[in-house]
């Protein structure tokens, strides 16, 4: 779990350092801080999904999580959350933490607050090298993968916080519960995680993470958290199609 500790620390510490630089920044300069992120985010994210190796397990998974997610409204519950995360610790008036907000302003800044949570948590838990490295780190002791994941979450998060808000530090708690559950589990996960699984869960996850580039840039407004019941639907269907070669 240390590696995973030393993860969520880097996002963290880079978090607080994207926040510091946001007071200095110009409207221009935000603007172009968002720009950039969203740029990042569609690079990272087509990277990642051109690797998907079962196109029919990719898109199924995509359209039939983003029509589950949308049932399920779970974008509108992460947002709820996030505005609520947000009260209890922001400080009310009189400096008494936990006063909830009122008004217009509370809710939008409640939904920040969580669209930062919401975004930084995809980028920084869909990938490969959290799988591939929180096995490495639970099953055989090797830390490196997750440490150098580390440094580079660090550095995304001081873009993602100098465009998003401080919502971005709280995805460290995604990243321990996530990346520690997979840590102390990989012992007995790992036998039945094959390699294409980690290539399509990576891929969908890629996909997401191109709606969240698409988000940032104004292109279109994609309801990104209804969509992540894709990647347990894609574990699904590469478990079933591993037995079905001839799809």
């Known amino acids: 779990m240390i590696a995973t500790i030393i993860n969520a620390l ?3 510490i880079g978090t607080a350092i994207g926040l510091l630089a946001r007071k200095g920044f110009s409207e221009r300069a935000k603007d172009a801080v968002f720009n950039a992120t969203g740029v990042i985010s569609l690079v990272i994210g087509f990277s990642m999904a051109i690797k998907t190796e079962h196109f029919l397990a990719f898109a199924l998974s995509v359209i039939v999580g983003g029509l589950i997610g949308t049932a399920l409204d779970i974008e ?4 709820r959350l996030g505005e609520w995360i947000r009260n209890r610790f922001a ?3 009189d400096g008494a933490p936990g006063e909830p907000a009122t008004g217009s302003a509370g809710t939008v800044e409640g939904k920040s607050f969580a669209y930062g949570f919401l975004n930084a948590s995809i980028l920084f838990c869909v990938g490969a090298m959290t799988i591939v490295g ?3 780190a639970g099953a055989e002791g090797d830390y490196g993968l997750i440490l150098t994941k580390s440094v ?3 550095i995304v998060a001081i873009m993602f916080a100098g465009a998003m808000g401080i919502g971005v530090g709280f995805s460290a708690v995604s990243i321990l519960v996530y990346q520690g559950a997979l840590t102390l589990a990989a012992s007995w996960v790992k036998p039945y995680v094959t390699p294409a699984m980690i290539s399509e869960l990576s891929a969908v996850g890629g996909a997401l993470v191109v709606m969240v580039g698409v988000n940032l840039l104004g292109l279109k407004k994609i309801r990104t958290g209804d969509f992540l019941p894709a990647l347990a ?3 699904a ?3 079933f199609f591993a037995t079905v070669p001839v799809l």
Do not use: E, H, T
């Open 76 to 79: 509108g519950a992460i947002f």
């Open 152 to 154: 580079m979450d660090g």
């Open 91 to 93: 400080k009310g008036p």
């Open 233 to 235: 639907i894609v574990v």
């Open 10 to 12: 880097a996002v963290i």
């Open 134 to 136: 929180s096995f490495k």
């Open 237 to 239: 269907l590469s478990l």
